[in-house]
């Protein structure tokens, strides 16, 4: 079983910075921890930022939504099977649950969410 655990949210102020951190537990060799995911009350759930496996060379291995390009950038430390979402400048409308998510053999696994608030 596959757990995955979502931490460094909080309240930030508008133009503030955060870094989410998602830590997978199990074998690194079977689990790809996909990306990050937000959820704002009363909408649905979107992709934030994605990363490929560790074996596809930086440089092409992410994209991001068109909101948080140029403010978020997402990294992975294979040592630790942690995956990174650091947010700058961040905005009101990046108020929300963030989730990671990950596979393991095929099998898709979501952490318990952590809360981003951004207001002044």
């Known amino acids: 079983q596959v757990q995955l655990v979502e931490s460094g949210g909080g309240l930030v102020q508008p133009g503030g910075s955060l870094r989410l951190s998602c830590a997978a537990s199990?074998?690194?060799?079977?689990?790809?921890?996909a990306g990050w995911y937000r959820q704002a009350p009363g909408k649905q759930r979107e992709l934030v930022a994605h990363?490929?496996?560790?074996?596809?060379?930086?440089?092409?291995?992410?994209n991001y939504a068109d909101s948080v390009k140029g403010r978020f950038t997402i990294s992975r430390d294979n040592t630790n099977n942690t995956v990174y979402l650091q947010m700058n400048s961040l905005k009101p409308e990046d108020t929300a649950v963030y989730y990671c998510?990950?596979?393991?053999?095929?099998?898709?696994?979501w952490g318990q969410g952590t809360q981003v608030t951004v207001s002044s």
């Open positions: 199990g074998s690194i060799s079977r689990i790809y921890i």
């Open positions: 990363i490929a496996p560790a074996h596809i060379a930086p440089g092409t291995n992410t």
């Open positions: 998510k990950a596979y393991e053999l095929g099998v898709e696994y």
